[in-house]
């Protein structure tokens, strides 16, 4: 072989190796994303010859599929709707638009994924028609139904989480709406339902479980700074700090005080654990600044702030902003200023704690099924970091159940059970008070962390508290998840 055929042999052979790595990049690993592609036209058309799979909780399908008459052969039915709305979303192929759990999910549920390739053979050998996987969520229908109720009336929402695992076991965001209004092939009365919710001053469309407008979180951030405090080794929940009725913020001509006007407690000095036991601000913006922004922030990031989350539904992040100066700093000791959280992240950090330190990523699907019952893909807990070590986390729970059992957190209290629990009651710049309550139990054993947020003051404009409101609503979610 003269030296140009060897030369030319290699660049054909190249040639064809580069093919065949494309062509099995596009069909292997590229191939889900291009099926669902919006523009991949024969997808869609493709998927409307096929059943979708149901949603299942608890062993009851919360969404599934029901023949019609038009071109798109099957239409979504959700049972339930508004309560499990924040989790489904719906699917309506004639809008082609799908939210929730139904987007995050269409390949496997439509039957155009790779996941559904060998069940499509299978069922085009035995003349079977091809429906699509079902999905099994982690929710509990008790806890769900318990939060959705609590919840009427109020612009709210609740996350419950598994610790160990950090599977969500309720997900529960008001008011909610009627996905069916929404899955309905009529895309006049779809579109006119749709544009109704956008235009409710309530933002009903909002998941204020995981995204909408984020609000600060109050006091429930102060459980976050306690840990931050306590992991650098130089303060214990019984360090003091100075205990005035009003403090300046530094470089600031501005003051913050407690919620009552008065000092914490009549000492001179206060202990952190007694400030948050009793939820007071000022000690927690004096520990704030003497930590500084940075560890703070490095501490809420260790529980999932600055970071958006795949449930498989995707989270807004929570925020703690970097360059704050002191002032700045100082308010967000107690939840203030520039730090907001969804309810999930408060749930995190609770969950965290509970789970000595070791924050999971969130899940609220715990399996993929295939028409003969068989698990196609499953989902176990994975760790997202480890915040603090155990005898932190431990310091702060102590705290947490003094607040509880005698603080100013004693609306979460439950007969025979130790709850672990911390309040907020954010201002929210001009509007009404934002609520909030997180916690745990039982705390020594802990089956589940929740947060609750109620916006708008839960209707008492300046007068409603996270103890009053939100912290009853955490007990019932607690006590559905716990059998009580």
């Known amino acids: 072989m003269t030296k140009e055929l060897r030369r030319l042999s290699i660049v054909m052979l190249f040639m064809f190796l580069s093919l065949f790595a494309a062509a099995s990049w596009i069909q292997v690993v590229d191939a889900d994303a291009l099926g669902q592609n919006s523009n991949n036209k024969r997808t869609r058309l493709d998927s409307y010859e096929i059943q979708r799979g149901s949603i299942i909780v608890d062993g009851v399908a919360i969404a599934s599929s029901v023949p019609t008459s038009d071109m798109y052969q099957f239409q979504r039915a959700y049972t339930d709707a508004a309560m499990w709305e924040p989790v489904t979303g719906y699917f309506n192929p004639a809008l082609q638009s799908a939210t929730g759990i139904e987007k995050a999910l269409n390949a496997d549920l439509s039957g155009t994924g790779s996941s559904a390739f060998f069940s499509e053979i299978e069922r085009i050998v035995s003349g079977q028609p091809q429906t699509g996987l079902s999905v099994e969520l982690s929710l509990n229908t008790a806890a769900q139904r318990a939060a959705y109720e609590a919840l009427q009336g109020l612009q709210g929402a609740v996350v419950a989480i598994e610790p160990k695992t950090g599977r969500i076991l309720a997900m529960v965001s008001t008011p909610g709406f009627d996905t069916n209004l929404l899955a309905t092939h009529d895309s006049d009365a779809a579109n006119a339902a749709y544009d109704q919710l956008d235009a409710d001053p309530a933002n009903p469309l909002y998941n204020r479980a995981i995204a909408g407008d984020l609000n600060p979180p109050g006091s429930t951030f102060k459980i976050l700074v306690a840990a931050a405090a306590f992991a650098t080794g130089e303060w214990t929940p019984d360090s003091t700090l100075p205990n005035p009725a009003r403090y300046q913020l530094p470089q600031s001509n501005n003051t913050v005080s407690n919620a009552w006007g008065g000092t914490c407690g ?110 196609v893909r499953s989902y176990e807990g994975t760790e997202f970091a480890r915040a603090t070590d155990k005898e932190v986390a431990d310091a702060v729970t102590a705290a947490m159940v003094a607040s509880v059992n005698t603080g100013a957190a004693q609306g979460a209290r439950i007969d025979g059970v130790d709850v672990a629990g911390k309040t907020g009651t954010a201002e929210n710049g001009s509007n009404p008070y934002t609520l909030w309550f997180t916690g745990f139990a039982p705390a020594d054993d802990p089956a589940v962390a ?19 409101i939100a912290a009853p609503i955490a007990k019932k979610v607690i006590e559905a998840v716990l059998g009580r």
């Open 266 to 375: 009549a000492g001179d000095t206060v202990t952190i654990a007694e400030a948050i036991r009793l939820s007071c601000n000022i000690p927690m913006a004096e520990l704030a600044v003497q930590l500084g922004d940075d560890t703070i922030r490095e501490m809420a990031e260790k529980f999932g702030f600055n970071k958006s989350f795949d449930t498989p539904v995707a989270s807004t992040a929570s925020s703690y902003p970097r360059a704050l100066d002191d002032a700045q700093t100082a308010l967000t000791g107690f939840g203030q200023g520039k730090v907001t959280a969804t309810p999930l992240q408060i749930a995190m950090v609770a969950a965290g704690l509970a789970n000595d330190g070791v924050v999971m990523n969130p899940h609220m699907v715990d399996a993929v099924i295939g028409n003969d019952l068989s698990v």
């Open 450 to 468: 929740v947060a609750v947020v109620v916006e708008n003051g839960g209707g008492k404009g300046q007068s409603g508290s996270g103890d009053t």
